[in-house]
């Protein structure tokens, strides 16, 4: 390949991380990898060799992604989810018993929260009949762990 090729190589590389980058939830993946692409598309134009470029692109691309993971991260831990989205909305509230949880904490039973059927275990482990009234305490996966209302 010539030269000049590898200046449109490195350019449309660029548009590409650019382009996922805006359309990819998540901040900072492949903005690094963008960024990798214009100093090695910035080699190019310099005239320097193929390898040069690549270990450019490499080098460049893993320390910005390293260097953007830890911002990302934090942006991540400020953003205040809403707690009336997804299953953080269902601790605290009331459910009954469908079916009887069992004596271990292995032993799932059937709980309905709200509308919802989940799987339900409680937190002590305890025996639970159909019937119980119960409050979410969390939720674990696909199940809730309750507790008996007093």
Do not use: C, K, Y
């Amino acid at each position: 390949m010539e030269a000049g090729d590898w200046i449109w190589i490195w350019l449309g590389a660029f548009v590409v991380f650019l382009i996922g980058e805006l359309l990819t939830p998540g901040a900072f993946f492949l903005l690094g990898f963008a960024i990798g692409a214009v100093v090695a598309m910035l080699a190019a134009i310099v005239g320097a060799d193929e390898v040069v470029q690549w270990a450019l692109f490499v080098l460049v691309s893993g320390g910005a992604f390293a260097a953007l993971r830890p911002l990302a991260h934090h942006m991540d831990r400020r953003a205040d989810p809403s707690p009336n989205v997804g299953s953080t909305r269902l601790p605290g509230t009331i459910g009954v018993l469908t079916q009887a949880t069992g004596p271990g904490r292995n032993d799932v039973g059937m709980a309905e929260v709200g509308s919802e059927h989940w799987r339900a275990v409680t937190e002590e482990g305890r025996l639970l009949p159909v019937d119980t009234h119960v409050t979410v305490i969390r939720v674990e996966g696909t199940r809730v762990v309750v507790r008996a209302v007093a």
